[in-house]
């Protein structure tokens, strides 16, 4: 099993930037597989950003360009570096795992507004 715990979120203007880390426990973070989803009010839940345990990368559409996802297996974190925000990035956004078994943080707060 492994726990995750997310900071980094807050207020930000549109055009700012912000970085989200995710910090997880337990062992072998090595092997997981790891996420960003985000849920605005009123809306599903949806993948952002994932790295593979060798590095792979995926990005939504909507952010490719303006955000980037790494991990520090030696410091089991995982990051989504965020620029160019805009107002529809705002939601809560949530750190994932995936391996035997899916994991979810509790979740941090972005509003990017005026």
């Known amino acids: 099993q492994v726990q995750l715990v997310e900071s980094g979120g807050g207020l930000v203007q549109p055009g700012g930037s912000l970085r989200l880390s995710c910090a997880a426990s337990?062992?072998?973070?090595?092997?997981?597989?790891m996420g960003w989803y985000r849920q605005a009010p009123g809306k599903q839940r949806e993948l952002v950003a994932r790295?593979?345990?060798?590095?792979?990368?995926y990005y939504r559409d909507s952010v490719k360009g303006r955000f980037t996802i790494s991990r520090d297996n030696a410091m089991n974190t995982v990051s989504l570096q965020m620029k160019s925000l805009k107002p529809e990035d705002t939601a809560v956004y949530y750190c994932?795992?995936?391996?035997?078994?899916?994991?979810w943080g509790p979740g941090t707060q972005v509003t990017v507004s005026s």
């Open positions: 994932n795992a995936e391996y035997s078994g899916t994991y």
């Open positions: 337990g062992s072998s973070f090595s092997i997981y597989t």
């Open positions: 790295i593979t345990n060798i590095g792979n990368t």
